[in-house]
């Protein structure tokens, strides 16, 4: 099996949507509210960002 780069776009994208998928059934069952979703959007979106920011340094990384 041959190892191939990683693709950011399709990280950072496959993330959140795997984080918005994750939190529809918690505001579905009554787990967040509206006041607990108005902070858990943003540290989903802060954390996918900070995965793809990791993602591309450690690709530049390994091309030098």
Do not use: K, T, Y
Not at 11 to 37: I, K, R
Request: charged residues 15%; proline residues 5%.
């Amino acid at each position: 099996m041959q190892r191939h780069e990683i693709d950011v776009v399709s990280l950072v994208f496959g993330l959140l949507f795997l984080g918005a998928s994750a939190m529809w059934p918690l505001v579905h069952f009554d787990v967040l509210g509206l006041p607990e979703l108005g902070l858990a959007g943003p540290v989903l979106l802060v954390s996918v960002g900070l995965a793809g920011l990791l993602a591309s340094v450690n690709r530049l990384r390994r091309s030098r």
